[in-house]
């Protein structure tokens, strides 16, 4: 089971380069202490120029045990001091989600839908899944579940695209197809579609 920790940076006017620069630098460390991280920044929708890191572990242990590790690399103790002496966002996380379904892509593209669903509708919504992958096809899907994090009665669904012209045609095929559009309208019964957002992958 895969564990997914995420940050949101929100930069103060005029620090979107440096926040980026310091999301890269913490991706390093992460990477260090045994996490695969990668940055991205929101495009549309939601939270729209955001910079959202993101780290992957195989399990809570290793995730854990990561945390550990970056509390002792001098690195990160020089990341903190710097973000104290000069500010350059709003940082809310790291939060811990668990995959339900699937597994993180390295593709560069996201299009993420969050929903609001009480915990007893979570395994008839996790039983879509299996449905909702069999029309979109070949894309990428994951659905993850909060574990700590600031709002519990969530679920969250990902879809990874090579490019944004890939997410654009993915549009016009799919999601505007009869068969998605009766997934979403099943998907409703479950839980409420409260916010979604597009992501780009900064490398």
Known sequence: MTVISRRIATPL???TALTISRAKSLAEIMERAGGRARVR???FGD????IHLYGSFTDFTIGTKAVTAMGKDPAMAAWHAEREADPAAHLKGPEMYRCAFGEPSQKPVILQRTYRIARHNVPGALALMPELQGIV???PLMAVLPTV???MDEMLI???FDSVEH?????DDVAMSPAFQQLVTKASSYGELTTSRLLVAID
């Open 167 to 171: 997410f654009g045609s993915q549009l």
């Open 13 to 15: 006017t005029g620090k």
């Open 47 to 50: 939270g729209t120029g955001d």
């Open 41 to 43: 920044k929101v495009i």
């Open 158 to 160: 990902a879809y990874y």
């Open 149 to 151: 994090a600031s709002a």
């Open 137 to 139: 096809g070949d894309t």
